[in-house]
């Protein structure tokens, strides 16, 4: 039984040959995946994030989940709407690995986890993202309304204590 930790996968030419090798439609479906393109010139690394966010959109897979896919890069994180670090210490601690043995209730968890990887395998990717957005600006909307309340209410509560004292 295997935690999920990062695979770090060290990625040194952006010939198509290789990337169709390296990038498959399971490729964070069992742990979350860092995919360095230190190793390649600054230029380059701009054309492969393209081709990498071109792999997800058209076999319509999702980079966030199961598992995360996160590039390690030299450019800006402005360029991908993938997540990105400039160095693996940045990458989530959350997915680092763990010298302690697993518990009973931890072991439970992760046999209930692959269960629900297996599930996800058959999922749509753009549909389950279009809800979560749609799921999200709902909330924010409903946050939008309460603030807006608040503040009214505080100018009614001001309005009521002037009429109180004259």
Known sequence: M????????????????????????????????ALSLKLLPFDQQTALVGLIE???????????????VYLLMDQE?????????KNISELPRFF???????NVKESYL???????????????????????DRFGANHRKVFDLENERLFYRSILNQV????KNG
């Open 2 to 33: 295997s935690l999920p930790i990062y695979q770090l996968i060290n990625i040194r030419s952006i010939q198509v040959e290789d990337l169709k090798s390296l990038l498959n439609r399971e490729i964070n479906f069992k742990h979350p995946v």
């Open 54 to 68: 071109n792999f997800f959109a058209t076999n319509n897979l999702s980079y966030k989940y199961p598992y995360p």
């Open 77 to 85: 994180k402005t360029i991908t709407r993938m997540p990105s670090v």
């Open 96 to 102: 680092a690995k763990k010298e302690t043995k697993m």
């Open 110 to 132: 992760f046999n209930k986890n692959t269960l629900l990887q297996q599930e996800i395998m058959n999922a749509d990717a753009e549909l389950i993202q279009s809800n979560i």
């Open 160 to 163: 009521i204590k002037v009429k």
